[in-house]
C-alpha cells in the first residue's frame, strides 16, 4: 500500500469525504476480531487508523496481520510514542504535538522514532496534531501532560495551524480527545479550512450521522470515529448510504 497522502489529497480536489476508524490494541479481543473486521468491511470507513495515547499490549504487529487478512482499507498508525511502530502497517501519521509545549511531543519521540522508522516501509506522513478544549481531560492530555487550545479562541487554533502548515506538515489533526463531552467546533473546523490548504482531519467526542456530516460541512477532509465504534460495533449499520459525501 503506497501513496496514502496523494490518494487523500485527490479525494480532498475532488470534494471526497473520507472516514477513518481508530482501533486502540488494548481494547481489542483477538478472538473477536473477525467480527470488528466484518463490521469495518460493511462500514463506510476508507481508512483505519490503529493506536492510543498509552498502548501497553504487544500485539500490535498480530493485530495488523490478521485485519489485513480480511480488509483491504489502509491501516495507518496513530502512534502515542515510539514504541507504537509496526513494519506490518501502510503508514504512519508522524505526529508533533502543535498545540502544547511539551519537548517530548514536540521532537524527543519523533527522534526517537526517526532510526525505526528508517529500518521500515511506512509511509511517512507529518502531521500537525491540535489538542483542542473538550470539556474534559483527556488521555492525551494526561499522557502530554500539555493544555488544549482554548475552543473560544478561533484565531489561535489558526494561527497554530498555519505554522504546522508553514513547518511541512502535511495533514493537520483537529483533535477534541478520545470520549471528549464536546467535539472541536464547526465554526473553528470552517476557519481553520478557510485558512490553510492541506487536508484536515476531525475527530474526538462524534457520536452520530449528525456530528460527522457538520464536521464535513465545515470544512473536514477526513473524520475518525474511535470511541463511538469501540462502544456499539453496529455504530454504522444504518449510516453506509448517508455518511460519506
Same mark, same amino acid.
Given at each position: 500500500m503506497t501513496n496514502?497522502?496523494?490518494?487523500?489529497?485527490?479525494s480532498k480536489a475532488k470534494k471526497e469525504k473520507l472516514l477513518a476508524i481508530l482501533l486502540d490494541p488494548d481494547k481489542i479481543d483477538l478472538k473477536n476480531l473477525a467480527v470488528l473486521v466484518?463490521?469495518?468491511?460493511?462500514?463506510?470507513?476508507?481508512?483505519? $487508523?490503529i493506536g492510543g495515547s498509552l498502548v501497553e499490549t504487544d500485539i500490535l504487529d498480530d493485530l495488523i496481520i490478521k485485519i489485513k487478512q480480511n480488509c483491504s482499507l489502509p491501516i495507518i498508525? $496513530?502512534?502515542?510514542?515510539?514504541?507504537?511502530?509496526?513494519?506490518?502497517?501502510? @503508514?504512519?501519521? $508522524?505526529l508533533t504535538l502543535i498545540s502544547g509545549r511539551n519537548p517530548d511531543f514536540l521532537i524527543e519521540h519523533q527522534v526517537k522514532a526517526a532510526p525505526i522508522l528508517k529500518q521500515t516501509h511506512l509511509e511517512i506522513i507529518s502531521t500537525g496534531y491540535i489538542l483542542i478544549e473538550s @470539556?474534559?481531560?483527556?488521555?492525551?492530555?494526561?499522557?502530554?501532560?500539555?493544555?488544549?487550545?482554548d475552543r473560544n479562541n478561533p484565531d489561535l487554533v489558526i494561527a497554530t495551524a498555519q505554522a504546522g502548515e508553514m513547518l511541512g506538515n502535511k495533514l493537520i489533526y483537529l483533535e477534541a480527545g478520545s470520549g471528549a463531552n464536546q467535539t472541536v467546533p464547526t465554526e473553528m473546523i470552517q476557519l481553520v479550512a478557510l485558512n490553510i490548504g492541506i487536508p484536515i482531519i476531525v475527530g474526538g467526542g462524534i457520536v452520530d450521522l449528525q456530528g460527522i456530516q457538520k464536521a464535513y460541512i465545515a470544512g473536514a477532509d477526513m473524520v475518525v470515529i474511535g470511541t463511538a465504534f469501540e462502544k456499539n460495533l453496529n455504530f454504522f449499520l444504518n449510516l453506509k448510504s448517508n455518511i460519506v459525501n
Open positions: 496514502i497522502y496523494n490518494n487523500i489529497l485527490q466484518e463490521k469495518i468491511n460493511h462500514s463506510p470507513a476508507t481508512h483505519i $487508523f498508525l $496513530f502512534p502515542g510514542n515510539p514504541s507504537q511502530i509496526s513494519n506490518k502497517a501502510d @503508514g504512519i501519521l $508522524f @470539556g474534559t481531560e483527556t488521555a492525551v492530555e494526561r499522557v502530554s501532560k500539555t493544555i488544549p487550545l
